[in-house]
């Protein structure tokens, strides 16, 4: 899914250099400037989220908690039309991002994505202050930090940062934040574990309906330690549980549909 060549250093919010490795993906399609041994780099999760949007899909697109940017570069890939803010806390992550849009892979996106270096969870008038009006995002993409706060941290801040939850509503306050900058009708799509179902659907009441759940599994005989979830700001529409995905075959290698995801002709726009 990735191919790797050699990077070079950034600096780390500890105030450690990282080293950098350059990752291609979309069968270099794009590429992307990612922490190596360090952090965290994204892979197939986030192409997953990137799925979401549908071939073609115009208006704004903000993919919320960016990191280097694999969410919102696939995104404007997948779509001509759309215009991408790659949004990002970490002054490191966003650095990478940033210098992820000068490379000659992505020449041919880089005026339709910018980089807004803000924490979503500040309020409005920060997130106004970098280009953030609320209601004006035709469609969220969000990989939010995928563990819980009472689950074991990372002893990387760089890692700790993008893995993990700060406390017991991290993940409700960002989901609410995500909501404010949708406007009406816009589309909401997010991957969670399994067990942060309960709350995402707390956060969602009143906000975001239409809601549609589609399990990942990493095997078939394995239960689902992801869920894609997807949905519409202000419908009354109900919740639906669609039909699950696989990964991974069970001697080893993608399933067709992992490939699609890697190759970036999947859809997962339901």
Avoid at 180 to 201: K, N, S, Y
Wanted: charged letters at 20%; hydrophobic letters at 45%; a neutral charge.
């Amino acid at each position: 899914m990735n191919s790797p060549e050699p990077g070079s250093a950034g600096a780390a919010d500890d105030g450690g250099e990282p080293a950098v490795r350059c990752d291609g993906f979309y069968g270099g399609r794009f590429a992307l400037l990612q922490p190596q041994g360090r952090g965290y780099r994204s892979g197939l999760d986030a192409l997953l989220l990137a799925a979401t949007l549908p071939q073609g899909a115009g208006g704004r697109v903000a993919d919320i908690g960016s990191g280097a940017g694999a969410v919102g570069l696939a995104a404007a890939c997948r779509s001509a039309a759309a215009e991408v803010t790659l949004v990002e806390n970490s002054k490191v992550m966003a650095d990478l991002a940033r210098r992820s849009l000068v490379l000659p892979a992505n020449r041919e996106l880089a005026a339709r994505v910018r980089v807004a270096e803000v924490d979503i969870l500040a309020g409005r008038a920060a997130r106004e202050g970098a280009g953030l009006a609320d209601g004006a995002f035709a469609h969220v993409l969000t990989n939010p930090p995928f563990h819980p706060c009472d689950h074991r941290v990372s002893p990387d801040p760089l890692r700790a940062a993008a893995m993990s939850a700060a406390d017991g509503d991290f993940l409700g306050r960002w989901v609410r934040a995500c909501a404010a900058l949708l406007a009406h009708g816009g589309h909401f799509a997010t991957i969670v574990r399994t067990d942060a179902l309960p709350t995402l659907l707390t956060a969602c009441e009143g906000r975001i309906g239409a809601l549609r759940i589609v399990a990942i599994h990493s095997r078939d005989a394995a239960p689902a330690p992801r869920l894609v979830v997807l949905g519409r700001k202000g419908s009354r529409a109900p919740l639906a549980v669609l039909p699950a995905h696989t990964l991974h075959r069970p001697a080893g290698g993608l399933t067709d549909f992992a490939i699609t995801i890697a190759e970036g002709t999947g859809d997962l726009g339901l």
